[in-house]
Protein backbone atom coordinates (compact mmCIF):
# COMPACT_ATOMS: atom_id res chain seq x y z
CA UNK A 1 0.00 0.00 0.00
CA UNK A 2 1.37 3.28 -0.92
CA UNK A 3 2.60 5.83 1.93
CA UNK A 4 0.08 8.72 2.43
CA UNK A 5 0.87 12.33 3.88
CA UNK A 6 -0.74 12.37 7.49
CA UNK A 7 -1.43 16.49 6.24
CA UNK A 8 -1.87 16.49 2.65
CA UNK A 9 -3.42 12.99 2.37
CA UNK A 10 -1.70 13.29 -0.77
CA UNK A 11 0.69 10.24 -1.91
CA UNK A 12 4.35 11.88 -1.98
CA UNK A 13 5.71 12.25 -5.52
CA UNK A 14 8.95 9.39 -5.55
CA UNK A 15 12.04 11.03 -7.09
CA UNK A 16 13.72 8.56 -9.27
CA UNK A 17 17.50 8.73 -9.70
CA UNK A 18 18.20 11.45 -12.53
CA UNK A 19 16.04 13.61 -11.77
CA UNK A 20 15.72 16.96 -10.02
CA UNK A 21 17.27 17.59 -6.51
CA UNK A 22 12.56 17.81 -5.80
CA UNK A 23 9.87 16.41 -6.81
CA UNK A 24 8.09 18.51 -9.59
CA UNK A 25 4.95 19.91 -8.76
CA UNK A 26 5.36 21.16 -5.47
CA UNK A 27 4.45 24.92 -4.52
CA UNK A 28 5.46 27.18 -1.77
CA UNK A 29 2.46 26.14 0.23
CA UNK A 30 2.85 22.59 -0.23
CA UNK A 31 6.16 22.86 0.95
CA UNK A 32 5.24 24.33 3.83
CA UNK A 33 2.44 22.49 5.04
CA UNK A 34 4.43 18.56 4.20
CA UNK A 35 7.34 19.91 6.21
CA UNK A 36 5.57 21.86 9.06
CA UNK A 37 3.06 18.85 9.65
CA UNK A 38 5.62 16.32 10.39
CA UNK A 39 6.01 19.25 13.80
CA UNK A 40 2.54 20.25 13.85
CA UNK A 41 0.66 16.96 12.86
CA UNK A 42 -0.11 14.16 15.64
CA UNK A 43 2.21 12.47 17.34
CA UNK A 44 2.75 8.33 16.02
CA UNK A 45 2.88 5.06 17.26
CA UNK A 46 5.98 4.72 15.77
CA UNK A 47 7.86 7.89 17.68
CA UNK A 48 6.65 6.83 20.79
CA UNK A 49 8.11 3.34 20.46
CA UNK A 50 11.67 5.05 19.36
CA UNK A 51 11.64 7.42 21.79
CA UNK A 52 10.89 4.71 24.53
CA UNK A 53 13.91 2.94 23.40
CA UNK A 54 16.08 5.75 23.41
CA UNK A 55 14.95 7.10 26.91
CA UNK A 56 15.84 3.39 28.44
CA UNK A 57 19.17 3.74 26.87
CA UNK A 58 19.16 7.63 28.49
CA UNK A 59 18.27 5.93 31.71
CA UNK A 60 21.14 3.25 31.65
CA UNK A 61 23.55 6.38 30.91
CA UNK A 62 22.17 8.18 34.30
CA UNK A 63 23.05 4.95 36.26
CA UNK A 64 26.36 4.33 34.87
CA UNK A 65 27.23 7.84 35.09
CA UNK A 66 25.75 7.85 38.85
CA UNK A 67 27.93 5.23 39.91
CA UNK A 68 30.75 6.51 38.54
CA UNK A 69 30.51 9.66 40.89
CA UNK A 70 29.70 7.39 43.95
CA UNK A 71 32.48 4.44 43.55
CA UNK A 72 35.09 6.38 41.33
CA UNK A 73 36.55 5.60 37.96
CA UNK A 74 37.48 2.29 39.29
CA UNK A 75 34.28 1.55 37.76
CA UNK A 76 35.88 1.46 34.60
CA UNK A 77 38.09 -0.86 33.50
CA UNK A 78 41.37 1.64 32.99
CA UNK A 79 44.18 0.24 34.54
CA UNK A 80 48.29 1.19 34.38
CA UNK A 81 49.08 1.14 31.70
CA UNK A 82 45.95 1.86 29.82
CA UNK A 83 44.78 4.71 31.58
CA UNK A 84 42.91 5.90 28.18
CA UNK A 85 39.89 3.37 26.86
CA UNK A 86 36.10 3.75 26.24
CA UNK A 87 35.81 6.99 27.94
CA UNK A 88 38.44 8.67 25.50
CA UNK A 89 37.83 6.97 22.57
CA UNK A 90 33.98 7.49 22.54
CA UNK A 91 35.08 11.21 22.76
CA UNK A 92 36.58 11.19 19.99
CA UNK A 93 34.09 8.75 17.95
CA UNK A 94 31.37 11.37 18.97
CA UNK A 95 33.84 14.19 17.92
CA UNK A 96 34.53 12.34 14.52
CA UNK A 97 30.18 12.44 14.07
CA UNK A 98 29.55 15.93 14.60
CA UNK A 99 32.01 16.91 11.51
CA UNK A 100 29.42 15.84 8.84
CA UNK A 101 26.99 18.25 9.86
CA UNK A 102 29.01 21.49 9.99
CA UNK A 103 30.75 20.17 6.39
CA UNK A 104 27.22 19.78 4.66
CA UNK A 105 25.41 23.44 6.59
CA UNK A 106 28.54 25.75 5.84
CA UNK A 107 31.34 24.45 3.27
CA UNK A 108 28.84 23.25 1.09
CA UNK A 109 26.54 26.38 1.54
CA UNK A 110 29.64 28.38 0.44
CA UNK A 111 29.86 26.20 -2.88
CA UNK A 112 26.52 27.10 -3.73
CA UNK A 113 25.63 23.20 -3.50
CA UNK A 114 21.91 22.89 -3.85
CA UNK A 115 22.21 19.18 -3.18
CA UNK A 116 22.65 20.15 0.68
CA UNK A 117 19.38 21.68 1.21
CA UNK A 118 17.04 18.68 1.99
CA UNK A 119 20.03 17.63 4.05
CA UNK A 120 21.20 20.58 6.16
CA UNK A 121 18.94 20.80 8.93
CA UNK A 122 18.93 17.63 10.44
CA UNK A 123 23.05 17.21 9.91
CA UNK A 124 23.52 20.49 11.80
CA UNK A 125 20.95 18.94 14.36
CA UNK A 126 23.22 15.96 14.90
CA UNK A 127 26.76 17.80 15.25
CA UNK A 128 24.84 19.65 18.26
CA UNK A 129 23.97 16.57 19.76
CA UNK A 130 27.30 14.76 19.27
CA UNK A 131 29.36 17.41 20.25
CA UNK A 132 27.26 17.55 23.40
CA UNK A 133 27.77 13.67 24.15
CA UNK A 134 31.07 13.86 23.74
CA UNK A 135 31.69 16.64 26.08
CA UNK A 136 30.24 14.17 28.42
CA UNK A 137 33.53 11.69 28.56
CA UNK A 138 36.19 14.21 29.34
CA UNK A 139 34.13 14.95 32.31
CA UNK A 140 33.43 11.76 33.33
CA UNK A 141 36.80 10.53 32.77
CA UNK A 142 38.32 13.17 35.30
CA UNK A 143 37.77 11.48 38.21
CA UNK A 144 36.56 15.01 39.80
CA UNK A 145 34.50 15.87 37.01
CA UNK A 146 33.01 19.41 39.56
CA UNK A 147 36.64 20.39 38.81
CA UNK A 148 36.10 20.79 35.08
CA UNK A 149 36.59 24.86 35.32
CA UNK A 150 40.20 24.79 36.57
CA UNK A 151 40.56 23.66 32.62
CA UNK A 152 39.69 27.64 32.05
CA UNK A 153 41.33 30.77 32.83
CA UNK A 154 40.02 32.69 35.37
CA UNK A 155 41.66 34.67 37.77
CA UNK A 156 41.31 32.66 41.24
CA UNK A 157 43.38 33.47 44.42
CA UNK A 158 45.38 30.63 44.03
CA UNK A 159 47.14 31.94 40.80
CA UNK A 160 46.80 28.43 39.14
CA UNK A 161 46.59 28.84 35.28
CA UNK A 162 45.79 25.75 33.03
CA UNK A 163 49.15 24.70 31.24
CA UNK A 164 48.57 26.26 27.69
CA UNK A 165 51.34 23.70 26.04
CA UNK A 166 49.01 20.81 27.07
CA UNK A 167 46.70 19.19 23.85
CA UNK A 168 44.21 18.69 26.56
CA UNK A 169 43.85 22.34 27.42
CA UNK A 170 43.56 23.54 23.49
CA UNK A 171 41.04 20.35 23.00
CA UNK A 172 38.55 22.49 25.56
CA UNK A 173 38.98 25.28 23.59
CA UNK A 174 38.80 23.63 20.33
CA UNK A 175 35.62 21.87 21.27
CA UNK A 176 33.87 24.86 23.20
CA UNK A 177 34.06 27.02 20.37
CA UNK A 178 33.12 24.19 17.77
CA UNK A 179 30.36 23.91 19.48
CA UNK A 180 29.26 27.26 19.93
CA UNK A 181 29.53 28.25 16.17
CA UNK A 182 27.54 25.40 15.59
CA UNK A 183 24.76 26.15 17.55
CA UNK A 184 24.61 29.54 16.27
CA UNK A 185 24.51 28.57 13.03
CA UNK A 186 21.94 26.10 13.81
CA UNK A 187 19.86 28.40 15.45
CA UNK A 188 20.03 31.70 12.91
CA UNK A 189 19.07 29.03 10.07
CA UNK A 190 16.27 27.99 12.07
CA UNK A 191 14.73 31.41 12.77
CA UNK A 192 12.10 31.84 9.48
CA UNK A 193 11.17 28.08 9.72
CA UNK A 194 10.57 28.87 13.65
CA UNK A 195 7.73 31.94 12.18
CA UNK A 196 6.30 29.46 9.72
CA UNK A 197 5.44 27.46 12.62
CA UNK A 198 4.45 30.36 14.89
CA UNK A 199 2.14 30.98 11.99
CA UNK A 200 0.81 28.04 11.46
CA UNK A 201 0.09 26.11 14.92
CA UNK A 202 -2.98 25.64 16.31
CA UNK A 203 -2.17 25.41 20.07
CA UNK A 204 -1.53 28.84 21.71
CA UNK A 205 1.43 27.30 23.93
CA UNK A 206 3.27 25.96 20.74
CA UNK A 207 2.33 29.81 18.97
CA UNK A 208 3.76 31.20 21.98
CA UNK A 209 6.71 29.18 22.02
CA UNK A 210 7.74 29.54 18.48
CA UNK A 211 6.57 33.13 18.59
CA UNK A 212 9.16 33.38 21.28
CA UNK A 213 12.42 31.89 19.56
CA UNK A 214 11.84 33.29 16.28
CA UNK A 215 12.47 36.71 17.64
CA UNK A 216 9.80 38.64 15.80
CA UNK A 217 10.61 37.82 12.35
CA UNK A 218 8.33 39.12 9.50
CA UNK A 219 10.27 38.30 6.56
CA UNK A 220 11.15 41.82 5.10
CA UNK A 221 13.99 42.47 3.07
CA UNK A 222 16.07 44.09 5.53
CA UNK A 223 15.40 40.85 7.51
CA UNK A 224 16.51 38.52 4.75
CA UNK A 225 19.28 40.49 4.15
CA UNK A 226 20.79 40.37 7.70
CA UNK A 227 20.07 36.44 7.68
CA UNK A 228 22.33 36.02 4.57
CA UNK A 229 25.13 38.15 5.57
CA UNK A 230 24.76 36.57 9.56
CA UNK A 231 24.54 32.81 7.52
CA UNK A 232 27.22 33.33 5.31
CA UNK A 233 29.58 34.65 8.10
CA UNK A 234 29.27 32.09 10.34
CA UNK A 235 29.96 29.43 7.74
CA UNK A 236 32.93 31.21 7.09
CA UNK A 237 33.70 30.76 10.64
CA UNK A 238 32.58 27.19 10.77
CA UNK A 239 34.15 26.07 7.67
CA UNK A 240 37.92 26.14 9.02
CA UNK A 241 36.66 24.71 12.39
CA UNK A 242 35.87 21.01 10.49
CA UNK A 243 39.58 20.61 10.37
CA UNK A 244 41.16 22.53 12.50
CA UNK A 245 38.71 20.89 15.80
CA UNK A 246 39.91 17.29 14.85
CA UNK A 247 43.08 18.30 14.20
CA UNK A 248 43.34 19.53 18.32
CA UNK A 249 42.10 16.34 18.99
CA UNK A 250 44.25 14.26 17.32
CA UNK A 251 47.16 16.40 19.14
CA UNK A 252 46.06 14.53 21.94
CA UNK A 253 48.07 11.60 20.58
CA UNK A 254 50.62 12.92 18.35
CA UNK A 255 52.59 14.91 20.76
CA UNK A 256 52.98 12.27 22.81
CA UNK A 257 56.47 9.75 22.65
CA UNK A 258 53.78 6.94 22.94
CA UNK A 259 54.56 4.36 19.73
CA UNK A 260 51.46 4.01 17.35
CA UNK A 261 50.68 7.86 18.49
CA UNK A 262 53.85 10.17 17.96
CA UNK A 263 52.86 10.62 14.30
CA UNK A 264 52.87 13.35 12.06
CA UNK A 265 49.93 11.68 9.72
CA UNK A 266 47.05 12.07 12.31
CA UNK A 267 45.73 15.44 11.78
CA UNK A 268 44.93 15.19 8.38
CA UNK A 269 44.33 11.26 9.16
CA UNK A 270 41.74 11.91 12.12
CA UNK A 271 39.47 14.90 9.78
CA UNK A 272 39.32 12.33 6.94
CA UNK A 273 38.30 9.55 9.23
CA UNK A 274 35.45 12.07 11.34
CA UNK A 275 33.94 13.17 8.42
CA UNK A 276 33.66 9.67 6.77
CA UNK A 277 32.07 8.64 10.26
CA UNK A 278 30.05 11.82 10.39
CA UNK A 279 28.92 11.05 6.79
CA UNK A 280 27.66 7.38 7.93
CA UNK A 281 25.92 8.60 10.15
CA UNK A 282 23.91 11.31 8.24
CA UNK A 283 22.95 8.35 6.07
CA UNK A 284 21.79 6.49 9.17
CA UNK A 285 19.42 9.49 9.89
CA UNK A 286 18.34 9.98 6.49
CA UNK A 287 16.91 6.85 5.20
CA UNK A 288 14.51 6.25 7.90
CA UNK A 289 13.69 10.13 8.33
CA UNK A 290 12.55 10.02 4.86
CA UNK A 291 10.60 6.53 5.30
CA UNK A 292 9.01 7.36 8.53
CA UNK A 293 7.86 11.05 7.80
CA UNK A 294 6.78 10.12 3.96
CA UNK A 295 10.01 12.73 2.64
CA UNK A 296 11.13 10.55 -0.01
CA UNK A 297 10.05 13.56 -2.59
CA UNK A 298 12.54 15.98 -0.09
CA UNK A 299 15.57 13.80 0.33
CA UNK A 300 15.48 11.81 -2.95
CA UNK A 301 17.55 8.85 -4.22
CA UNK A 302 20.29 11.62 -5.48
CA UNK A 303 21.09 12.96 -2.30
CA UNK A 304 21.54 9.36 -0.81
CA UNK A 305 23.59 8.80 -3.97
CA UNK A 306 25.76 12.14 -3.78
CA UNK A 307 26.08 10.88 0.49
CA UNK A 308 27.19 7.30 -0.56
CA UNK A 309 29.93 9.01 -3.32
CA UNK A 310 31.12 11.23 -0.29
CA UNK A 311 31.61 8.10 2.09
CA UNK A 312 33.71 6.49 -0.89
CA UNK A 313 35.44 9.17 -1.47
CA UNK A 314 36.57 9.98 2.69
CA UNK A 315 36.66 5.94 2.94
CA UNK A 316 39.45 5.97 0.55
CA UNK A 317 41.28 8.52 2.46
CA UNK A 318 40.94 6.50 5.49
CA UNK A 319 42.45 3.93 3.72
CA UNK A 320 45.44 5.35 2.27
CA UNK A 321 45.60 6.84 5.62
CA UNK A 322 46.04 2.77 7.44
CA UNK A 323 48.20 1.93 4.84
CA UNK A 324 51.15 4.95 5.05
CA UNK A 325 50.74 4.19 8.78
CA UNK A 326 51.74 0.66 8.45
CA UNK A 327 54.49 1.74 5.82
CA UNK A 328 56.03 4.67 8.16
CA UNK A 329 55.72 2.06 10.85
CA UNK A 330 58.06 -0.09 9.12
CA UNK A 331 59.93 2.06 6.94
CA UNK A 332 61.32 4.28 10.30
CA UNK A 333 63.18 1.23 11.09
CA UNK A 334 62.03 2.07 14.69
CA UNK A 335 61.38 -1.29 16.57
CA UNK A 336 59.05 0.11 18.94
CA UNK A 337 57.02 1.44 16.01
CA UNK A 338 57.62 -1.73 14.13
CA UNK A 339 56.44 -3.48 17.15
CA UNK A 340 53.26 -1.55 17.75
CA UNK A 341 52.20 -2.19 14.66
CA UNK A 342 52.65 -5.81 14.09
CA UNK A 343 50.96 -6.23 18.14
CA UNK A 344 47.86 -4.61 16.83
CA UNK A 345 47.86 -7.35 13.82
CA UNK A 346 49.20 -10.34 15.86
CA UNK A 347 48.66 -9.58 19.70
CA UNK A 348 45.53 -9.66 21.88
CA UNK A 349 43.78 -7.16 20.12
CA UNK A 350 44.36 -8.71 16.63
CA UNK A 351 40.71 -9.35 16.42
CA UNK A 352 39.36 -5.81 16.71
CA UNK A 353 41.71 -4.57 14.23
CA UNK A 354 40.93 -6.65 11.58
CA UNK A 355 37.41 -6.43 12.27
CA UNK A 356 38.66 -2.03 12.00
CA UNK A 357 39.78 -2.98 8.39
CA UNK A 358 36.67 -4.84 7.23
CA UNK A 359 34.38 -2.74 8.41
CA UNK A 360 36.29 0.34 7.22
CA UNK A 361 38.18 -0.55 3.80
CA UNK A 362 36.66 -4.43 2.71
CA UNK A 363 33.15 -3.83 3.17
CA UNK A 364 32.27 -0.29 2.22
CA UNK A 365 35.28 -0.26 -0.69
CA UNK A 366 33.89 -3.41 -2.60
CA UNK A 367 30.18 -2.43 -2.28
CA UNK A 368 30.16 1.70 -2.39
CA UNK A 369 31.57 1.32 -6.34
CA UNK A 370 28.10 -0.23 -7.40
CA UNK A 371 25.43 2.54 -8.30
CA UNK A 372 22.67 -0.11 -7.54
CA UNK A 373 24.04 -0.10 -3.59
CA UNK A 374 24.65 3.43 -3.56
CA UNK A 375 20.81 3.86 -4.44
CA UNK A 376 19.46 0.76 -2.72
CA UNK A 377 18.28 2.40 1.01
CA UNK A 378 18.88 -0.38 2.90
CA UNK A 379 22.61 -1.69 2.08
CA UNK A 380 23.08 1.72 2.17
CA UNK A 381 21.87 1.86 5.96
CA UNK A 382 23.72 -0.81 6.59
CA UNK A 383 27.00 -0.34 5.05
CA UNK A 384 26.59 3.00 6.91
CA UNK A 385 26.13 1.15 10.16
CA UNK A 386 29.20 -1.53 9.39
CA UNK A 387 31.77 1.50 8.70
CA UNK A 388 30.38 3.47 12.40
CA UNK A 389 31.23 0.33 13.73
CA UNK A 390 34.47 0.61 12.28
CA UNK A 391 35.72 4.04 13.45
CA UNK A 392 34.45 3.02 16.67
CA UNK A 393 36.75 -0.18 16.77
CA UNK A 394 39.07 2.05 14.96
CA UNK A 395 39.72 4.95 17.56
CA UNK A 396 39.89 2.20 20.11
CA UNK A 397 42.80 0.40 18.46
CA UNK A 398 44.60 3.76 18.09
CA UNK A 399 44.31 4.17 22.16
CA UNK A 400 44.39 0.36 23.81
CA UNK A 401 46.95 -0.80 21.75
CA UNK A 402 49.03 1.95 21.69
CA UNK A 403 48.81 2.12 26.04
CA UNK A 404 48.89 -1.75 26.64
CA UNK A 405 52.51 -2.54 25.71
CA UNK A 406 54.79 0.75 25.02
CA UNK A 407 58.37 0.77 25.98
CA UNK A 408 59.20 -1.77 28.83
CA UNK A 409 57.55 -5.04 28.72
CA UNK A 410 57.50 -5.22 32.73
CA UNK A 411 54.76 -2.60 32.42
CA UNK A 412 52.34 -4.13 29.90
CA UNK A 413 49.09 -4.89 30.73
CA UNK A 414 45.97 -5.44 29.24
CA UNK A 415 42.38 -3.79 29.01
CA UNK A 416 39.12 -5.47 29.56
CA UNK A 417 36.03 -3.78 29.34
CA UNK A 418 33.30 -3.42 32.61
CA UNK A 419 29.65 -3.05 32.57
CA UNK A 420 29.86 0.63 33.46
CA UNK A 421 32.05 0.67 30.07
CA UNK A 422 28.96 -0.41 28.17
CA UNK A 423 26.70 1.53 29.83
CA UNK A 424 28.38 4.79 29.43
CA UNK A 425 28.85 3.88 25.62
CA UNK A 426 25.31 2.31 24.97
CA UNK A 427 23.87 4.90 26.90
CA UNK A 428 25.49 8.16 25.41
CA UNK A 429 23.40 6.95 21.82
CA UNK A 430 20.27 6.99 23.85
CA UNK A 431 21.15 10.29 25.16
CA UNK A 432 21.86 11.58 21.05
CA UNK A 433 18.63 9.51 19.71
CA UNK A 434 16.67 11.04 22.68
CA UNK A 435 17.93 14.77 21.38
CA UNK A 436 17.29 13.72 17.58
CA UNK A 437 13.49 11.90 18.47
CA UNK A 438 12.89 15.29 20.05
CA UNK A 439 14.21 17.81 17.40
CA UNK A 440 12.16 15.57 14.46
CA UNK A 441 8.92 16.44 16.90
CA UNK A 442 9.31 19.97 17.70
CA UNK A 443 11.20 21.11 14.90
CA UNK A 444 11.21 21.06 11.37
CA UNK A 445 13.99 18.54 10.27
CA UNK A 446 14.23 19.91 6.85
CA UNK A 447 14.57 23.72 5.78
CA UNK A 448 11.38 25.12 5.06
CA UNK A 449 12.64 28.01 3.51
CA UNK A 450 15.64 27.01 1.81
CA UNK A 451 12.88 24.33 0.31
CA UNK A 452 10.49 26.66 -0.87
CA UNK A 453 14.03 29.20 -2.45
CA UNK A 454 14.81 25.36 -4.39
CA UNK A 455 11.21 25.30 -5.68
CA UNK A 456 11.48 28.54 -7.00
CA UNK A 457 14.48 27.86 -8.65
CA UNK A 458 13.65 24.48 -9.86
CA UNK A 459 10.69 26.18 -11.98
CA UNK A 460 12.62 28.63 -12.95
CA UNK A 461 15.19 26.02 -14.67
CA UNK A 462 12.43 24.10 -16.06
CA UNK A 463 11.12 27.32 -17.73
CA UNK A 464 7.68 27.39 -15.73
CA UNK A 465 8.39 30.68 -14.00
CA UNK A 466 9.40 32.23 -17.79
CA UNK A 467 6.59 30.63 -19.25
CA UNK A 468 4.24 32.17 -17.20
CA UNK A 469 5.17 35.39 -17.74
CA UNK A 470 5.13 35.54 -21.12
Excluded at 275 to 300: C, N, Q
Amino acid sequence: MDPVDPVTEEKPAFVEPGSPWIAPGHSYGSVSDRIAGVVLGRTRKGWIFGFAIAFFLFLVLNYGITMLFFVGVGKFGINIPVAWAFAITNFVWWIGIGHAGTLISAFLLLMRQKWRTSINRFAEAMTIFAVACAGMFPLIHMGRPWLFYWLFPYPDTMGVWPQFRSPLVWDVFAVSTYFTVSLLFWYVGLVPDLATLRDKAKNKLAKVAYGFFSMGWRGSVKHWRRHEVASLLLAGIATPLVVSVHTVVSFDFTIAIVPGWHSTIFPPYFVAGAIYSGFAMVIMLAIPLRKWFHLEDFITIRHLNNMGKLLLATGMIVTYSYVMEAFMAFYSADKFESYMMLNRMTGPYAIVFWTLIACNIAIPMTFLWSYRIRTNTVALFLIAGVAQVGMWLERFVIIVTSLHRDFVPSSWGQFYPTPTDWEVLFGSLGLFFCLFYLFARLLPSISIFEMRDLVHKTAEEAGVIAGAAE
